[in-house]
């Protein structure tokens, strides 16, 4: 059963606070993905990584990177909160050839004061 | 870019009653559709997809349809019951080629309740 995880479901910041959301899986799967949930706006993705230390820009990546040092985890980075970006965080992984299907992890609810 | 317009925002039907929710695309590549189901407070999770190289796929209770004349595909629900209520997302992406394998664009998103 594949399983992703992800640091935290709530997190509270301070503007300007530098802000790590970490993300794992553990099925050995290729591609991962960062995406922010919003009423309204469906699910938006803001980078994506196909393999270790490969990324790549997702559709609203302003304000945000990424990190991939190892398989199984994808941190997203906000360098310097600010307060447009509270949302619901949204990991999620893929397996290329194994299917397509994006498995998505419980999501962090960051609020950003 | 792809960009995925999903309609209505919100559903509200009978238990027993049919649901269908549609969704519209803009690139003609794309040719994976994909439609995950969000209950409160949970994850998305996969319910049905489907592929260009086809027009419809059934799973029980649910169905798909995809038009690629048009760009549009929909999801559609029978005999609706309660545990059916939840956000419904419609995605598109290309499904292979290139660095942007596997990237889905979703639509907004469609609330639906189910009454018993």
């Known amino acids: 059963d594949v399983k992703v995880t992800q640091s935290s479901r709530y997190l509270v910041k301070r503007t300007g606070e530098k802000v790590f959301l970490e993300c794992v899986q553990d099925?050995?799967?290729?591609?991962m993905f960062w995406y922010r949930q919003d009423p309204g706006l469906g699910l938006r993705l803001i980078y994506f990584?196909?393999?270790?230390?490969?990324?790549e820009k997702g559709d609203i990546p302003e304000g945000y990177s990424v990190s991939r040092e190892k398989k199984e985890r994808f941190s997203l980075i906000l360098e310097s909160a600010s307060t447009n970006q509270t949302s619901m965080y949204l990991c999620?992984?893929?397996?290329?050839?194994?299917?397509?299907?994006?498995?998505f992890g419980p999501g962090t609810r960051l609020t950003v004061t | 870019g792809e960009n995925v317009e999903q309609h209505p925002s919100t559903l509200s039907v009978q238990e027993g009653d049919s649901a269908v929710i549609k969704c519209t695309y803009s690139?003609?590549?794309?040719?994976?559709f994909p439609w995950y189901k969000q209950e409160l407070g949970k994850r998305p999770q996969l319910i049905i997809d489907?592929?260009?190289?086809?027009g419809e796929k059934k799973d029980q209770r649910i169905a798909v349809t995809l038009n690629k004349t048009a760009k549009h595909f929909s999801l559609h629900i029978t005999e609706t019951q309660p545990e059916d209520s939840a956000v419904y997302f419609c995605?598109?992406?290309?499904?292979?080629?290139?660095?942007?394998?596997?990237?889905?664009?979703f639509g907004q998103g469609t609330i639906l309740t189910v009454h018993p």
């Open positions: 995605a598109a992406s290309r499904d292979a080629g290139g660095t942007s394998y596997g990237k889905l664009t």
């Open positions: 099925m050995d799967h290729e591609n």
């Open positions: 690139d003609s590549a794309s040719n994976y």
């Open positions: 489907i592929r260009s190289n086809v």
């Open positions: 990584s196909y393999d270790v230390k490969m990324k």
């Open positions: 999620a992984s893929r397996a290329i050839d194994r299917g397509r299907e994006q498995y």
